[in-house]
């Protein structure tokens, strides 16, 4: 049985003091009794320490949006996950499609980081997901798995993994892939892990989705039986539509 994983992505939003609030406000509904899902937020750098300081009694997971794949160095910019560790993040999101969009990151440096961050000790989100072109162009599922296989080069144990599965044309949009187009890509996406890694340990992978998810259709998305949680970004930024999210996962 896979618990479910509910990360709020919060991109670039929120200063340090209004990360502090909005950390503190989840963490006071998450810490009483009754959430069994993990749950975990990704501030921004700046506010990392604040915030893992105001959650820690909680058992929210402190995550981190990005990371480079050297310890230190002259790579103006950058945050390692040497630093990500010491800050007390205990996850890290890598190869988001805004960093392969924007960032120029490719799989390969995906894979660099993801290498990087699971030696350090760090649990990785890795994402992936298609543009609209190229889902209507009916190759969904080979860029799919071609970020999966290429994220995932030289990785020989999932145990500190999880892939988050982001229909690019989805996130920010609204528009939500539905939950039988989500679970179709997760289960190819479990078959080919199941491939490379063999059955077991594709059936404890936790695979979640991420694009426009909302309370309402939270429960309906997390009910298909490949869809392990979610990767929320805007909805996470306001405390009750997050909880929603993180009800609906259990
Ligand atoms: O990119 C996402 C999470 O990483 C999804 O963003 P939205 O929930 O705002 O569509």
């Not at 509904?29 to 937020?41: L, N, Q, R, W």
């Not at 649990?123 to 009916?138: H, K, N």
């Not at 609204?174 to 063999?198: C, N, P």
């Not at 259709?217 to 929603?244: C, H, Q, Y």
């Amino acid at each position: 049985m896979r618990r479910k994983i509910v990360v709020g992505n919060w991109k670039m939003n929120n200063t340090i003091a209004e990360s502090v609030e909005l950390a503190t406000a989840i963490a006071e509904k998450v810490g009483g009794d009754g959430v069994t899902c993990e749950v975990g937020i990704a501030p921004t750098f700046p506010a990392l320490h604040e915030v893992g300081k105001v959650i820690e009694w909680s058992g929210i997971r402190l995550c981190a949006q990005n990371c480079h794949y050297e310890n230190d160095g002259a790579f103006t910019g950058e945050v390692s996950t040497r630093m990500l560790a010491a800050a007390g993040c205990s996850y890290v999101i890598v190869g988001h499609s805004e960093r392969r969009q924007y960032f120029g990151e490719t799989s390969q440096i995906v894979n660099r980081k993801v290498q990087k961050a699971l030696a350090e000790g760090l649990s990785v989100i890795m994402c992936v997901g298609e543009t609209l072109d190229e889902r209507e162009r009916g190759v969904t599922d080979e860029v799919v798995a071609t970020q999966v296989v290429e994220g995932l080069a030289d990785v020989t144990d999932l145990t500190n993994l999880v892939i988050a599965y982001e229909p690019v044309w989805a996130i920010g949009t609204g528009k939500t892939a539905t939950s039988q187009q989500a679970q179709d890509v997760h289960a190819m996406i479990r078959a080919k892990v199941a491939e490379l890694y063999g059955q077991q340990a594709a059936d404890h992978l936790r695979i979640q989705y991420g694009g426009s998810v909302k309370p309402s259709n939270a429960v309906e998305l997390f009910g298909m039986p490949d869809i392990d949680g979610g990767l929320i970004g805007g909805a996470s930024l306001k405390v009750d539509d997050f909880m929603g999210i993180v009800e609906a996962a259990g």
